[in-house]
Every structure is written in structure tokens, then in C-alpha cells.
């Protein structure tokens, strides 16, 4: 007979009196199956622990590794404005702020490590014995020498070792 009630169920069979009754003790969770138990919780917060914590180590090494990409590629533009202003006017500039004014460069760049305008401007040799030297015999006596190459004057070392003053 619950068969046959089952099969035939329709819209008038709530009206009939055919309800399917639940028991209030079925509301009530087994023990056994009320929530996490201390040892899984504790456990999810240790791996979130350390996935945080290798993240924040990944995002710190990605900021240094930035920060160096950013002083070789302003040391690259700097060198490359020199060599320009040496191409064009015959001789080296006498300061970096000399590439500014001439408009060689838009404005200093500051160095990322230090954040502050601090390059190490590399006077240009007027030892005979240089090989790089420049000549300041003859018509060229009366040009400064000028700086000819320009360093970091951050303290330290880069990630693979590199001092910053010795970026290429």
C-alpha cells in the first residue's frame, strides 16, 4: 500500500491526509559527525602557515630581484646618454647633471637600492699610459676630461654576489 501511495502521489495527496512524517530525533547530528575536531583544525592553520609563509619570502625576493633590474637598466640609460653626448659634442660631459641640462637625459634617476640621486660619477683618465686615456695635448688642452662612466653608490652585494658598485 506505501507502494502503490508513493507511485501515485499528485497534487490532491497532501489534501488526502498522505504526509510523510519526520521524526525530530533525525534532526539531531550523530555525535560523531558535529564539526572538525581540534587535531584537523589545527593542522589546516600550520599549512596555511606555511604557504604564507613562503609566499611573503617569494614576494620579498621578487622586490629585490625588481629592485636590481631597475639600477642595470638606469645605469645602462645613464652610460648610453654619456656615449651620446660624446658622440655628438667630441667630448665627455663634466657632470651628470651636464646630461640633464643638455637634454640627454629627462632627469636624474634615482638609484633603486639607495633611492636617493647618489651615482658615483668615473672621471674620464688623462694618464698617457691609459690606454682609455683622452688627449689633452694640443687643440683638446682645454677640455676638462669630464666623467666617462658612472657607478651605484649603494653598499652592499646583489643576489648573485655582485658588489652594486660594480654593476655592469
Not at 4 to 20: A, P, S, V
Request: charged content about 25%; glycine content about 6%; aromatic content about 6%.
Amino acid at each position: 500500500m506505501k507502494r502503490m501511495r508513493d507511485e501515485g502521489r499528485g497534487m490532491n495527496d497532501e489534501k488526502l491526509g498522505f504526509r510523510e512524517e519526520v521524526h525530530p530525533s533525525s534532526l539531531i547530528p550523530h555525535p560523531c559527525q558535529r564539526g572538525f575536531t581540534l587535531i584537523e583544525l589545527i593542522v589546516v592553520v600550520t599549512i596555511i602557515g606555511i604557504l604564507a609563509g613562503v609566499a611573503i619570502s617569494n614576494v620579498r625576493y621578487a622586490q629585490q630581484k625588481t629592485r636590481e633590474a631597475a639600477l642595470r637598466h638606469d645605469l645602462f640609460e645613464i652610460r648610453k646618454a654619456i656615449d651620446d653626448y660624446y658622440a655628438d659634442k667630441q667630448k665627455y660631459p663634466e657632470s651628470l647633471q651636464t646630461l640633464v641640462a643638455d637634454h640627454y637625459l629627462r632627469s636624474l634617476p634615482k638609484d633603486p637600492i639607495t633611492q636617493h640621486s647618489d651615482w658615483v660619477e668615473v672621471p674620464a683618465s688623462t694618464d698617457p699610459n691609459d690606454p682609455a686615456a683622452i688627449d689633452t695635448s694640443g687643440d683638446n688642452a682645454a677640455l676638462t676630461p669630464g666623467i666617462i662612466d658612472v657607478h651605484s653608490a649603494a653598499p652592499g652585494n646583489a643576489m648573485d654576489g655582485t658588489p652594486y658598485k660594480d654593476f655592469p
